[in-house]
């Protein structure tokens, strides 16, 4: 325009602006035809722009065009390029923190195997020890006992064959008793073999202490069977436990006439249980069906009402081969 104040489309300057009377506008355009931006050129006197004006800017703008086309482009392959760098940076830390944390379990996993492999030898050792003393105490149980017994009979059978006053009486004595202390120490041997995964202290050793007082004080044989021990029963359940047991064998040692008597004792997961059991003359349906209720019958009475106390069952039968049962079942 060589005077923008005839163009019909002129509406003024901004406040502020340098009076414009000359103009010249060239938009900047890519190859594409997209519109980047323009150079705008005034002058304030009018006529000031020829053709060879308007070509030498357009010439610029081309060459301007490009440059900012070629500037937007690598701008946007650098925006993308640190993007995608962002974005492998990322995944490489959360594949750092990954291995990290399977290196951890790792070495953790191989702390429990090394634990485990341990773990087992130690189980292994205690099996083949357990195995070793059972195969000892089967040994002495065998061959052992047995023989002491047959060194017993045959004391009493040569007694026998002597004359009253026979110089040979004391020593065949001395034989017989001998020969029965073998017997209950080999006994001891054979439950210590047998019991060395229980607890030192505990109902299980103090029943066997009650079985001992009972072969020694008397001419009862007595023993003792673990049928099974998972854990160790409350102190209270141990005591009561103890205390029927006890009462059990003072009724067999002083009423059963039993020559036999085997106390029994099992804690599984849920119960512990104790069976006395022996081979003497039992007692009568009668006594049976109401000793819960005759005072004459303390013993029995106080047994039961321990048992029940503990929310626990207890039961006085006859065996079917003679004798009397005495069985006490504890919820653990």
């Not at 379990?105 to 341990?118: C, I, M, P, V, Y």
């Not at 009493?156 to 017989?176: F, H, I, T, Y």
Request: proline content about 3%; glycine content about 6%.
């Amino acid at each position: 325009m060589d005077d923008v104040l005839k163009d019909p489309r002129y509406v003024g300057i901004p406040k502020g602006h340098i009076s414009v009377r000359s103009f010249l506008g060239v938009q900047l355009r890519t190859r594409e035809g997209t519109i980047l931006g323009a150079f705008l050129i005034g002058d304030t006197r009018p006529g000031r722009f020829t053709n060879r004006h308007f070509e030498l800017i357009e010439a610029l703008g081309a060459q301007a065009a490009v440059a900012i086309h070629n500037a937007q482009l690598i701008a946007r392959e650098r925006r993308a390029m640190e993007a995608y760098a962002a974005h492998l940076e990322s995944e490489v830390r959360e594949r750092t923190a990954e291995l990290e944390r399977q290196n951890q379990e790792l070495s953790t996993f191989a702390t429990h195997l090394q634990q485990l492999h341990h773990e087992l030898t130690e189980v292994q050792k205690r099996q083949m020890l357990g195995e070793e003393r059972k195969r000892i105490a089967q040994e002495l149980h065998d061959r052992v006992q047995q023989t002491l017994f047959t060194i017993g009979l045959k004391a009493d059978w040569v007694k026998e064959q002597l004359e009253p006053g026979s110089p040979l009486l004391n020593a065949l004595r001395s034989m017989k008793q001998l020969a029965s202390l073998g017997t209950a120490q080999v006994r001891d041997a054979i439950f210590a073999l047998s019991s060395a995964e229980l607890p030192e202290e505990g109902l299980v050793k103090m029943l066997y202490s009650q079985i001992r007082d009972v072969r020694e004080a008397t001419s009862i044989e007595a023993d003792l069977v673990v049928a099974e021990w998972m854990l160790a029963p409350s102190a209270c359940i141990e005591k009561t436990l103890l205390t029927v047991a006890q009462e059990a064998l003072t009724n067999v040692r002083r009423h059963a006439c039993a020559t036999i008597v085997i106390v029994t004792v099992q804690v599984t997961g849920e119960y512990a249980i104790l069976v006395v059991q022996d081979n003497g003359i039992g007692l009568p349906v009668q006594v049976l069906q109401s000793y819960d209720k005759d005072a004459m019958h303390l013993g029995l009475r106080g047994m039961r009402h321990r048992i029940e106390a503990l929310g626990g069952l207890f039961s006085l039968v006859n065996g079917e081969e003679g004798g009397l049962i005495v069985k006490a079942v504890i919820p653990l």
